[in-house]
């Protein structure tokens, strides 16, 4: 059996831990868990570190068991947020938790082994729970104090904070103590913004069951300017395709800095301790050539989509930023080109001019305003940076007929390196 916490140490994903843990966990197979948010009905990269722990937990021998939220979804956690959220009626959280168990299935073994991971929903034991049973059972155990000493409370306390959600440490707590008591759970885990949560869930095994449990916590992934994990331009990076495209999905991994893809690399993938740091060494030589960039949009891409959507996400990169021919171009779906494209600027033209022919000039100056007249087109021309489908056009009188539409109804326009435009004939 594989050392857990020494696992996590190496890769950079041990924050802190109970005294004992790690003692504890060297005894042989012990059931941990970590706790999700079904808020959503998919779960983001952010949430890749906890599920990523699951699985090397799993790996070393231990059996992990993933808790969705179904009662605490209905309450909203305060850790980390400075605002009170949107509470979701019982049908979307059902949605959601359906959601999220496919995606765990693609990283933890549910299915054979004493230590297969287990999924459950912390509504099962909480449904029939009333209030005054609640404040009996648990409420009396936890001082005010206790609970007002919390960062996820002491940092809304200006903003205020409603009862709902000064209560959720509680509902934490209790999950722990549930599964302790009736599960044999010993361990639980969570990001560093929840050691608040899970520590209360310690204190209420301790005064309510006269036991001793254990927890860990992983740090919180920040890019190396500062700014958070998971986080982009457009949003939140997710794990459903339908959210966030497997081409979008890889693009996010390639573009990792060098600094922060030699943190994703440990993080994120189960290459083994000598592999990670050969693959560091040769990158720091060549750094220009972003072999771990590479190695980590390709380890991950393939694991949370398929190898083929890896594949295709990787032609798509090379049509866009390499050397290509139409015929590159008319591999590529609808869809993955206009998603390779996002936010390149789109001019919608009429079908029917390419029928006869319309002049590389006319179409660029007249019908969609990509170039301001016909003498910038003309300047355009002897600069030579003017390409059609990544095709260099030298001839200012080209003629552009409906062959040359890519799909039949898409043009790639490109003036220099950088400047791309789209022209959709509809």
Known sequence: MKNFVEELRWRGMLFDM???TEEFLNKGMAKG?????????SLGVGNMVQIMTLLHFQNCGHQPIALIGGATGMVGDPSGKSAERNLLDEAALQHNIQSQQKQLAKFLNFNSGENAAQLVNNYDWMKNFSFLEFLREVGKYLTISYMMAKDSVQTRMEKGISFTEFSYQLLQGYDFYYLWKNNNV?????GSDQWGNITTGNELIRRKGSGEAYAICTPLIKKADGTKFGKTEGGNIWLDP??????RF??????????DA???IKIFTLFERANIEDLITRHRAEPHLRLLQKELAKDITTRVHSEEDYHNAVAASDILFGKATQADFEKLSDELLLDVLEGVPQFVVDKTIFSTGIGFADLLTEKSNILASKGEYKRAMQENSLSLNKEKVGDAEKIITADLLINGKYLLIQRGKKNYFLIIAQ
């Open 18 to 20: 109970m005294p004992g």
């Open 33 to 41: 868990y970590i706790g999700f948010d079904p808020t959503a009905d």
């Open 186 to 190: 010993m361990l639980q885990m969570g």
């Open 242 to 247: 339908k959210r966030t495209s497997p081409y």
């Open 250 to 259: 890889y693009q996010f991994w390639l573009n990792a800095s060098d600094a």
């Open 262 to 264: 030699e943190t994703y």
